[in-house]
């Protein structure tokens, strides 16, 4: 697929409204790309900010923003509309950034099957730091875990259960991903 799309989430307008979108996503469920390329540019800034959210680097979010929107030119197709399309582009981006973080620890475990998986963050001393962190910088630091727990309920809104189905964990394990969560960044934000 080579289609002419902008890769710069800074310079892009903000979400549309999905009575307005609908043209659009007929028309790129179709195969129409100047259609498609509406779609991204009207909805880029959040899923970048999403991905961003929940990956915690900003480099890594935009090559997950690329392969978030290419899936969504390959699914277009089979978008029911039941939901806004904005809706149904959100879920489909915390899925891509969930596979890619499950890919991700599966080559880590290939690679250095003797370190474990879910490394804690790089030791944050007070005294390293004169001024408070930043919270970016603190949620960034957080076990991947844990950092897409956070990202999932405190940021996006979803509950305990939702986010137990959506990372293949239980209920209590999002809750005290959370809590672990909660506790670092209280520890590195003090």
């Known amino acids: 697929m080579q289609t002419a799309i902008a890769t710069s989430p800074e310079t892009m307008s903000p979400t549309m409204s999905p009575t ?3 043209p659009d996503v007929h ?3 179709s ?3 100047r259609a498609f390329e509406r779609l991204y540019r009207d909805n880029v800034n959040r899923v970048y900010a999403v991905c961003v ?3 915690g680097d900003r480099t890594r979010a935009e090559e997950l923003v690329q392969d978030a929107f290419v899936r969504a030119w ?3 197709p089979q978008f029911r509309g039941e939901s806004a399309f904005s809706t149904w582009l959100h879920r489909l981006t915390v899925n891509v950034v969930l596979e890619a973080q499950r890919t991700e620890r ?3 475990a290939r690679s250095e099957s003797d370190d474990v998986l879910d490394e804690a963050p790089p030791v944050m001393r007070r005294e390293h730091h004169a001024e408070k962190m930043d919270l970016a910088v603190a949620i960034a630091a957080l076990p991947p875990g844990a950092r ?3 990202a999932l309920h405190d940021v996006e809104g979803y ?3 939702e986010i137990a189905e959506m990372l293949d964990i239980t209920a209590g394990g999002s809750k005290a991903q959370l809590h672990r969560a909660r506790r670092l960044l209280r520890e590195a934000l003090a």
């Open 159 to 161: 509950k305990h259960e």
């Open 74 to 76: 390959e699914r277009l």
């Open 31 to 33: 195969g129409d790309r």
């Open 53 to 55: 959210r929940m990956c």
């Open 148 to 150: 897409a727990v956070f």
């Open 20 to 22: 307005a979108a609908e």
């Open 27 to 29: 028309l790129a469920a």
């Open 106 to 108: 599966r080559d880590r």
